[in-house]
């Protein structure tokens, strides 16, 4: 009775909206609009337990809102976006309807529960906790019983207002600066009285990168040469912190294996080659730089000139803070400003600091050329090591992965094969593979993956990402298929229709039973071989 009670009112709606229609209008411009997206609402009651609540609705592409209040009584009247509605419930909990449309009847349903209690509200909790991505911000989820909506104060501002927020939601702000606030979070129900909760909390600010820099491509040996990268072979003898009088500080900064460097306090910096590399046929200088301030650098190639004299043309790196940054610099954008750069005889760097005294990490400094030959692509992937596994593997927040021999040759006669578990982590951790060059991909790409299982009903997600650095990364859907039978293989299918073919796709992400946290035992360890992208 529930199902047909709303559809007889979506259908009276759309009836309320097409019924007023007028001939000869031109409406062909609607005709590309989607449905509203990111429908929300704010639901505040009154403290005088008379039950009054008021609804804001929020969302995009919406020209008006109709409610359905979840008491029975009739739905509303369409109000148009920013205008709120107002209504008396008796007391209860309920869940009330949003049905929010566009120009040419497009509709989206959001439903939001509303709690209309007389009585105080209690046991409030409120978490506050940094931003793992975002300096100086943090984050502040608050619940308490019989309450509906709750202010916060964020103690930076006295003069500024209280932030109002629901039950569940997540709530951010970034401080200016670094430091101890005092926030103050209170809870409000139909009652007259409230219930506060208030913490000194300290605002942390993010110096140095979470993740690493993006990937770089597989390049052929001949086309690279590497001053600093774990992607390809470095030249040897190079000298990161030569003795040029500077005051830059310089260390070695290791984020869970990965090396990058960093220069604190950086005015100027030299990076000696160790004697004169001739670079005479790469194309691009390519650096990755992160810094957690608005600070600028500039990357100067030094080339040795005749009777022991040197050139160099400084280039300008314009830098996002709390970010990686990648620069692939034509070697002609220094050549066109300095004629007298030699690149045969490339001898040093120089990097400055815009100003002088902030601090930067670097990583992936090498000069490349555009290959005249292409580097295999690596779909399909198996495990086998003739094949040379041409791919690299890692994990996160407890997953693992790991080449092993095959558990079950009955239905899978390759002798190697990846091992998935899912430890005790968090609920999404999983297990990553990254190719060298992008998957090749069309708009109807299918994936298949031999899966070994220790049970039916194992879920695994599968999804693309690009090379960039988190949080930038750009994703596909997730995708996820469902194992059929235990303890032998069987090949799961992954419909990626749509996939956006102008993205590079450099990884392949797999998460068993997303949602659900992993022991590390045989009934979160699987065997997948031989993916393949249709």
């Not at 040029?244 to 990058?260: C, P, V």
């Not at 990626?496 to 102008?502: K, N």
Request: aromatic share 10%.
């Amino acid at each position: 009775m529930k199902i047909l009670k709303h559809t007889l009112r979506l259908c009276l709606l759309v009836m309320v909206f097409y019924g007023c229609t007028e001939d000869n209008v031109d409406t062909s411009f609607t005709d590309g609009l989607e449905a509203p997206t990111d429908i929300s609402a704010l639901v505040m009651v009154t403290q005088d337990n008379t039950g009054l609540v008021t609804i804001t609705p929020s969302g995009n592409g919406v020209t008006g809102y109709v409610f359905d209040f979840g008491d029975g009584s009739e739905l509303s009247n369409s109000i148009q976006p920013g205008s709120s509605i107002e209504h008396t419930y008796a007391e209860g909990n309920y869940e009330f309807t949003i049905i929010a449309s566009n120009l040419n009847g497009l509709s989206t349903v959001f439903t939001e529960a509303v709690i209309v209690s007389f009585v105080a509200p209690e046991n409030l909790i409120v978490t506050i906790t940094n931003d793992p991505a975002i300096s100086k911000a943090v984050n502040i989820v608050a619940e308490a019983d019989f309450a509906t909506y709750y202010e916060v104060s964020f103690g930076e501002d006295e003069t500024a207002e209280p932030t109002i927020f629901n039950s569940g939601d997540v709530i951010s702000y970034t401080y200016q600066q670094a430091g101890i606030y005092t926030i103050n979070v209170e809870a409000f129900s139909g009652a007259i009285a409230t219930l506060s909760y208030t913490e000194d909390f300290e605002a942390v600010e993010i110096v140095q990168p979470l993740s690493s820099a993006p990937d770089q491509p597989s390049r052929l040996e001949e086309d690279v040469i590497s001053v600093f990268s774990g992607f390809y072979t470095d030249i040897e003898g190079v000298d990161f912190n030569p003795n040029w009088g500077q005051s830059t500080i310089y260390n070695l900064f290791d984020l869970a294996g990965d090396d990058m460097l960093l220069y604190s306090d950086l005015n100027y910096q030299g990076i000696d080659l160790a004697g004169a590399i001739d670079a005479s046929q790469m194309e691009y200088l390519h650096i990755d730089v992160w810094t957690a301030d608005e600070n600028n650098a500039s990357i100067s190639p030094i080339t040795a000139g005749p009777n022991d004299t040197s050139n160099e043309t400084a280039y300008e790196l314009e830098l996002t803070a709390q970010q990686w940054t990648s620069f692939d610099i034509p070697l002609s954008a220094f050549t066109d400003q300095n004629s007298l750069l030699d690149f045969s005889a490339l001898i040093q760097f120089k990097l400055e600091g815009v100003p002088n005294g902030g601090a930067i990490f670097v990583d992936n400094l090498y000069l490349y050329k555009e290959s005249d030959e292409t580097v295999p692509a690596v779909s399909p992937i198996n495990f086998e090591e003739e094949s040379g596994l041409n791919f690299t593997l890692s994990s996160f927040d407890g997953g693992s992965i790991s080449v092993a021999g095959n558990p079950d040759l009955n239905g899978n006669s390759s002798a190697m094969v990846a091992e998935v578990i899912k430890g005790a982590g968090q609920t999404w951790a999983g297990s990553k593979i990254t190719v060298p060059t992008p998957f090749q991909v069309i708009g109807t790409s299918v994936i298949t993956v031999k899966v070994w299982s220790p049970r039916v009903g194992l879920n695994l997600l599968l999804k693309m990402e690009d090379n960039t650095a988190w949080p930038n990364t750009i994703e596909t859907s997730e995708i996820t298929a469902t194992t059929t039978v235990a303890n032998q293989w069987e090949t799961l299918t992954f419909d990626f229709a749509g996939i956006d073919t102008s993205v590079d796709w450099y990884n392949l992400v797999l998460i068993m039973d997303n949602g659900t946290a992993g022991d590390g035992s045989s009934d979160y360890t699987i065997y997948v071989d031989d993916i393949t992208i249709n």
